[in-house]
Each structure stands twice: as structure tokens, then as C-alpha cells.
């Protein structure tokens, strides 16, 4: 099992990003994806999460509006896009997977512990 982060970088602020991940080893539509972020001294904190079982998406308020989580089920890949960046979305961005078959919203299974996680992604914002 694997999940593959890309796409982190340097970047100014107002500016964008593409992350991927990038799922491999198991049954991609069978999972539900999430993006999570730790920024230094923080604790991590889920972001955004794709439901394949309804096919819907949460956002916590601060993320909601600028970034985008996608699914692409034909190369088992989750993307997030990040627009207007802010300084304080400077973090190290991962992607988890969680057993996501029950027929629950994206909301759900943000909230639960995941199964997989990916190595994570650096994203710096510069003022």
C-alpha cells in the first residue's frame, strides 16, 4: 500500500498549487481521501476529504472556497488545489485513505482515524 504525495513547493502568496496523491496497493473507489497538514508546532489537521460512496467533499471553514479536492478513478489519484494562498498555509500537506465503503459524506469520514498516510508534502508560502 502507498500513497504519494506531489506537487508541495515555494510559492508567493495569492499564489496556487496542484498537490496529488498518488494510491497504489489497494481498491481505490473502496476509500474515501483526505488532506491533512501539520504546520511547525501545530498539530495536524485534516483540511479536506473526498467521499467515493456519495461522491461528496467537506472543507474546514478556513480552507473552504479556496482549495478543491478532486478524484481521478482512472489513475487512482486525489488531488487538492490550493488558490490564494496565505502565509499560514505553510505546512508539510499529507494524503491518508480510509476504508470508505459505508454510504456516508465526506464530513464522516474526515473525522475518522485513517487507514493509510502518505509521506507528505512541503508547502511554504512566502509573505
Known amino acids: 500500500v502507498q500513497l504519494v504525495e506531489s506537487g508541495g513547493g515555494l510559492v508567493q502568496a495569492g499564489g496556487s498549487l496542484r498537490l496529488s496523491c498518488a494510491a497504489s496497493?489497494?481498491?481505490?473507489?473502496?476509500?474515501?481521501f483526505g488532506w491533512f497538514r501539520q504546520a511547525p508546532g501545530k498539530e495536524r489537521e485534516a483540511l479536506s476529504c473526498?467521499?467515493?460512496?456519495?461522491?461528496?467533499?467537506y472543507y474546514i471553514p478556513s480552507v473552504r472556497g479556496r482549495f478543491t479536492i478532486s478524484s481521478d478513478g482512472a489513475r487512482n489519484t486525489v488531488h487538492l488545489q490550493m488558490d490564494s494562498l496565505k502565509p499560514e498555509d505553510t505546512a508539510v500537506y499529507y494524503c491518508?485513505?480510509?476504508?470508505?465503503?459505508?454510504?456516508?459524506?465526506?464530513?464522516?469520514?474526515?473525522?475518522?482515524?485513517?487507514?493509510?498516510w502518505g509521506k507528505g508534502t512541503l508547502v511554504t508560502v512566502s509573505s
Open positions: 473526498i467521499s467515493h460512496s456519495d461522491g461528496s467533499t
Open positions: 491518508a485513505a480510509v476504508w470508505g465503503i459505508l454510504p456516508k459524506d465526506a464530513g464522516y469520514y474526515c473525522a475518522t482515524p485513517m487507514n493509510y
Open positions: 496497493g489497494f481498491q481505490f473507489g473502496d476509500y474515501a
